[in-house]
């Protein structure tokens, strides 16, 4: 049965997302994609290309063809700033939503960046992550003091192009659809409160900064003084494998990620000394074990995970830790220190989850698609790092899976 006449909607455009628009378009299904925020590519499009001599396989590079794969497909509308209000009946699902249009008119902003240096709270405003598909710079409604009563018009008043609009409003919109797939992804743990002074002290970083950084500038730099780091720490499972905080889970990519981040370091700041402190290393991958062992040849690797971060009066970094061999408390010194942040599960979820009239799991992720314990509603789909933490190619071949099983869904009429 020919599914051309089809329609599906997407709720997240990260690497998972985008995977499953291009693929159904592909099929001949109408697709839908909304993302809440102004850029497509969720996480992955962040990352970095860890390539120091040869490819690492970190999977960075897959984000951006997804990306440009699906936004050249006719028949994928993508809407940005959108989130899904309401679904209700079944089979043309009844879809209401919201878009917020842009603050920053991307075809006045030349990405000049003096709204960033303007900008007062840290975050605020993002820098395009794929320029060539999206605007240069967007700001965050969650964060701008704009929306917060204070009524900051700082970036407004500086931009040279006139091209940030801060009142810009919300338009309501609605549209039916035979299938729905979330792919509403994970959100980076926020480490304010573990006492590492993350938010206190700006040479500590998430491994999420530390991503952005590299992207803007080939060394680590120290944001408090702009200085090339020469002691760099990472601080693994920050977020995860905690029982305490309701996250028992292996997020999985931090070992990976930071080691190879580690090695990029390294080829880059050859004087650069890096700590790698964990609980243990998960060498997933069969071409994992051989990384891991030339990487931990030039890295300090300690067994334990810090109970405190401080700030000493010369501006370093002091990290407190347990030294099991020496049945000790230690100190060491750091220029920079980055925290592993763990996978946990994003606000999508729940959200999705209430819309739909179903549930999340126990943990908080989208239940697998497929689970038994959790069926899901007729039609709808899940698929990504919204049911557990992922590599990038673990969530293009989930979204593969589910597309599979859609278009047989679809197909059956
Ligand atoms: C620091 C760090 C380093 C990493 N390094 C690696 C690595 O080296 N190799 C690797 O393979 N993986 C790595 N990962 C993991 C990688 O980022 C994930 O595998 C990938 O991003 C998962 O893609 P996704 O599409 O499932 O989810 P996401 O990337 O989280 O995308 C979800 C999208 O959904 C949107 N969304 C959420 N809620 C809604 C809603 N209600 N409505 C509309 N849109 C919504 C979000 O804005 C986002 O754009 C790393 C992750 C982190 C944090």
Redesign the pocket.
């Known amino acids: 049965m020919s599914i051309d006449h089809k329609h599906a909607t997407i ?8 995977t499953a628009a291009d693929l159904l378009a592909g099929w001949g299904v109408n697709v839908t994609l ?4 102004p ?6 499009i962040q ?1 970095n290309c ?1 390539a120091a001599d040869a490819c690492v396989k ?3 590079c897959v ?1 951006e063809d997804k990306l440009l794969r699906a936004t050249r497909q006719a028949k994928v509308e993508i809407h940005t700033g ?3 209000e309401t679904i209700s009946g079944r089979r043309p699902y009844r879809v209401a939503y919201r878009t917020h249009s842009p603050l920053v008119n991307a075809d006045q902003c030349n990405g000049c960046g003096i709204c960033f240096h303007k900008c007062p709270v840290p975050g605020a405003i993002l820098q395009g992550m794929a320029p060539r598909v999206g605007p240069y710079v967007a700001i965050r409604r969650d964060l701008c003091r704009y929306f917060d009563n204070a009524a900051c018009t700082l970036c407004r008043d500086a931009c040279p192009q006139d091209a940030i609009h801060l009142s810009s409003q919300a338009q309501s919109g609605g549209l039916q659809t035979d299938a729905i797939v979330v ?6 743990y926020n480490p304010s409160r573990k006492p590492y002074g993350y938010d206190r002290f700006p040479n500590v970083l ?3 900064d ?2 952005r950084l590299l992207r803007e500038q080939p060394m680590i730099k120290r944001p408090s003084d702009g200085r090339t780091a020469r002691r760099v720490a990472f601080i693994q499972c920050v977020g995860s494998r905690d029982v305490q905080l309701g996250h028992p889970w292996c997020s999985k ?2 070992c ?2 930071s080691l ?1 981040m580690a090695r990029l370091i390294q080829s880059r700041q050859k004087e650069a000394q890096i700590t790698f402190f964990y609980i243990d290393v998960q060498t997933f991958g069969k071409d994992f074990q051989r990384f891991f062992r030339n990487a931990r040849e030039n890295i300090t690797m300690i067994r334990a995970i810090p109970g405190d971060i401080l700030r000493t009066d010369t501006d370093e970094l002091e990290v407190v830790y347990f030294d099991p061999d020496a049945k000790a408390s230690k100190e060491a010194w750091f220029d920079v220190v980055v925290l ?2 763990g ?1 946990i599960p ?3 979820n729940d ?2 989850a209430r819309i739909l009239d179903w549930t999340t799991d126990e943990s908080g992720f989208m239940p697998l698609h497929g689970s038994e314990r959790y069926p899901a509603p007729p039609g709808i789909y899940t ?4 049911t557990g ?7 293009v071949s989930s979204a593969e899976k589910t597309v599979f099983d859609m278009v047989q869904y679809l197909a059956a009429g």
């Open positions: 709720v997240g455009a990260g690497v998972a997302g985008l909304f993302e809440k925020t850029f497509l590519g969720g996480h992955a990352l860890k970190c999977g960075a984000a959108t989130q899904i792919t509403t992804g994970f959100a980076p998430t491994s999420l530390a991503e990519i931090c990976g990620s190879r592993s942040v996978l994003s606000a999508g959200q999705m698929a990504g790092a919204a933490p992922m590599t990038i190619a673990e969530s």
